[in-house]
Nanobody, 121 residues
Framework: QVQLVESGGGLVQAGGSLRLSCAASGNILSIDAMGWYRQAPGKQREWVAHIISSGSTNYADHVRGRFTISRDNAKNTVYLQMNSLKPEDTAVYYC???????????????WGQGTQITVSS
């Protein structure tokens, strides 16, 4: 039983910045990867960014250079710093974490509840 709680969403003008946080809690022994997806109205959910426990990161092409993913392993928290926001970034953003809850089983994916980001022109 693991919960991911997101915060930091809201309304911002084009060119502005926001930072999302996603904190995992519950029966956690370890967290491997954490990251973010987003889903715009009428579109499929798309991957945004990914970070593993060592700090190595990957980004989707449409956010690379504008977004930065980071994590605090001690707090089981992943962040998404979003700069130079564009109207096309408007979406519900979902965090995920691949979590180990036992010493003998593999990892399982958990998802946050989603937070709305709206970027106005």
């Amino acid at each position: 039983q693991v919960q991911l709680v997101e915060s930091g969403g809201g309304l911002v003008q084009a060119g502005g910045s926001l930072r999302l946080s996603c904190a995992a809690s519950g029966n956690i022994l370890s967290i491997d990867a954490m990251g973010w997806y987003r889903q715009a109205p009428g579109k499929q959910r798309e991957w945004v960014a990914h970070i593993i426990s060592s700090g190595s990161t990957n980004y989707a092409d449409h956010v690379r250079g504008r977004f930065t993913i980071s994590r605090d392993n001690a707090k089981n928290t992943v962040y998404l710093q979003m700069n130079s926001l564009k109207p096309e970034d408007t979406a519900v953003y979902y965090c995920y974490a691949n979590v180990g809850t036992t010493y003998y089983s593999g990892l399982r994916s958990y998802w946050g509840q989603g937070t709305q980001i709206t970027v106005s022109s």
